[in-house]
């Protein structure tokens, strides 16, 4: 099975700007979450998506966004991008099913913000 | 709340010795509790995970940990180091599995593993 994937890999913007960050999870996973890395906050969870359906929502700004498409391929965008947002952004993958099922992470997306 | 506190950010270690990173949590209820590992320029790699059962996990590349309730602890070890174990590790904790949490892991802050040969 192929692993999660993440597009872009890296990514270069300004303040102000608006950023658009994809995931498409193991086949037949239908969870996936994200996750923002940073040297001083560490690993902080964003939100988790569902058939769909957000189900959970981590603490950050509401400029944070996201949306799972059919195909359980995720997206999060981030607008108004601010020099903190630079970041390490990893998505991961699960099946959510009755027992505890792990977490599959991709590799993730590098956003510098300048 | 739960929160995961993981002891020490950086720990060396000569090649052959023994591995041991820390990590405590706190928790109203038993968590489910995950090791991951970090290369550079990757992402999070699943090294063992504990969910109910056997308190002792075994996981990849030899490392394993055990579950102490009694201690809130999850510590990581592996009998001997390898060169290639050089990378950031992360202990994790789901503190509602069973519930509504389902993805939403609360990480510790991480720990730099040093192997030097």
């Known amino acids: 099975k192929a692993g999660v994937t993440q597009t872009p890999r890296y990514l270069i913007k300004t303040r102000g700007q608006q950023v658009t960050l994809s995931c498409s999870p193991i086949?037949?996973?239908?969870?996936v979450s994200w996750y923002q890395q940073t040297p001083g906050q560490g690993l902080q969870f964003l939100f988790e998506?569902?058939?769909?359906?957000?189900?959970n929502k981590g603490n950050f700004p509401g400029r944070f966004s996201g949306r799972q498409f059919s195909n359980s391929r995720s997206e999060m965008n981030v607008s108004t991008l601010e020099l903190g947002d630079s970041a390490l952004y990893l998505c991961?993958?699960?099946?959510?099913?009755?027992?505890?099922?792990?977490?599959?992470f991709g590799p993730g997306t590098r956003l510098t913000v300048l | 709340a739960q929160s995961v506190t993981q002891l020490g950010s950086h720990v060396s270690v000569s090649e052959g010795a023994l591995v041991l990173l820390r990590c405590n949590y706190s928790?109203?209820?038993?968590?489910?509790l995950f090791w991951y590992v970090q290369y550079p320029n990757q992402g999070l790699q699943l090294l063992l995970k504990?969910?109910?059962?056997?308190?002792l996990v075994k996981g990849i590349n030899g490392f394993e940990a055990e579950f102490k309730k009694s201690e809130t602890s999850f510590h990581l070890t592996k009998p001997s180091a390898h060169m290639s174990d050089a990378a950031e590790y992360f202990c994790?904790?789901?503190?509602?599995?069973?519930?509504?949490?389902?993805?939403?892991?609360?990480f510790g802050q991480g720990t730099i593993l040093t192997v030097h040969p």
């Open positions: 994790a904790g789901d503190s509602n599995a069973g519930g509504t949490s389902y993805g939403k892991l609360t």
């Open positions: 504990y969910t109910t059962g056997a308190t």
């Open positions: 998506y569902f058939s769909e359906t957000q189900r």
């Open positions: 928790s109203s209820v038993p968590p489910y």
């Open positions: 086949s037949g996973h239908r969870s």
């Open positions: 991961a993958s699960s099946t959510r099913g009755g027992t505890y099922n792990e977490q599959f």
